[in-house]
């Protein structure tokens, strides 16, 4: 086995009898427990507000949770000096980087799959619509636990790290509408707006939920653009990861 | 040569940690590393593991760069006040570590490694958030044993342990050293240090003040190994008393 795939099998290991992992288990019967209290309680159409909030659950129990464990486990390493012991090994510090982000993509996409079959069994959309919105889901994940092992090894402070990654997450979901709110004032600015568009995360090409709710046509074309989008952001970030891990002092 | 450092410097802003250091540790040499706290020991030992990259001045392992992977696979560490995953077992941890090396496991080579240390070796199925801060200082000194490398770098291996457990690690070292390992170790005890080193180096503020053997501190007129070192790091001590 590779060195990458040995960092990324004992992080797993760790992870899955970490208290928090099974945390999960009631975090997930919370999403689904609210979208039953929802759809009982609308007053609008039942059906709408359940699928509505099973969606919008799911995406924020996956997210909050996958990035609490990158950010905690990734940081307990560090405050332990444990990481000193992994990095001073016939190892570069790259393979470490990766090692963990395929640990917590792997624990990310596992997490996916479970609330797409719940999706799948409780009707929440078509097949097609939520299989390709769960896999763009799936995408913003992977660049999620690249930025929070990027700003966690950068920052190497718990409450930093945690505002950091939440900040990227927040700036990623507001950047289409800050541009679109831009280009409505200043024209002439559109360009740089543009380049501002795709130089930020822009998360929000990983959702589809108008597709899934509103039974619109989608196409597995879909996700084309936001992989190729998702795989240059991967590889920036990545390499932002690497080069500041390379040089840094531990 | 197992380790050469040529004119290592080491600064942070405008603090100078280390400062053109020179030191040759010959293979299957016992090096303890001795100063006050804040003296750069830790930095000095860190920079030879490859944790500190940004040093002037040359640090080779088997006359390679320190923190390049042929360097590293000739090194094991072990770092001050270190703490293993906690939510791995004993024989996870060990493991991790030597696959890292590029070995296999071999439980019996753990189990009799835990027993020199008096670790019992059902302990080692346990998760080591379980362990005791002696228990844990046990596993990381197996963790740095166990991959058999040529170079040993320990940042105060007997901190934590007890009288006992600290007997069993200096007979532990004493086996390295029969093996033919290089030890290169810091300690604030110079007693222990004085029974499993060789060689002595004082570091104090950065500038190595003595190197030279345990007999050689002696006679800098101190009535204890303790009295010696002040008197090496601190001159006008001497000329006062």
Known sequence: MSRIGIVSLYTLQEVRRDRLFWSLIPLMCGALALSFFMRETSIVSGEEAFNRSYIALTMLVTTAFVMLLVVSSVYREIDSKAIYMVITKPLSRYEYVFGKFIAFSIIAIAITVIFLSGALALGVGTAKSLAVHYSLFGLEQMIMIMAALTITLGLRSLPSSILGVAGFYIIGHSTKKLVDIGMQMAQEWVPLLKVFYYLFPSLSFFNAQAAVLEKGLVSWADILFPSVYAGAYLVILFLICVIDIRKRDF | MSLTIKR??????????????????????????????????????????????????????????????????????????????????????????????????????????????????????????????????????????????????????????DPGARMLVKDAFSALRTKGKTLFFSSHILTDLEEIADRLVIIHEGKIMLDGTPEELRSYSGRSLEDAFLNVIRPQRTSAS
């Open chain 2, 8 to 161: 290592l410097s080491k600064r942070y802003g405008t603090f100078t940690a280390l400062s053109e250091i020179d030191l040759d540790i010959r293979t299957g040499e016992s090096v303890g590393l001795v100063g006050l706290n804040g003296a750069g020991k830790t930095t000095l030992l860190k920079t030879i593991v490859g944790l500190i990259v940004n040093f002037e001045g040359e640090v080779l392992v088997h006359n390679r760069a320190a923190n390049g992977r042929e360097a590293k696979s000739h090194i094991s560490f072990l770092p001050e006040d270190f703490s293993p995953p906690p939510y791995l077992t004993g024989y996870d941890f060990v493991s991790y570590m030597l696959r890292l090396y590029g070995r296999p496991l071999y439980r019996n080579n753990v189990d009799e490694c835990a027993g020199t240390l008096e670790l019992q070796q059902n302990i080692l199925s346990k998760p080591i958030r379980t362990y005791s801060k002696g228990m844990r200082q046990k596993l990381g000194l197996m963790a740095a044993m166990l991959p058999d490398t040529d170079v040993v770098v320990l940042d105060e291996p007997l901190s934590g342990l």
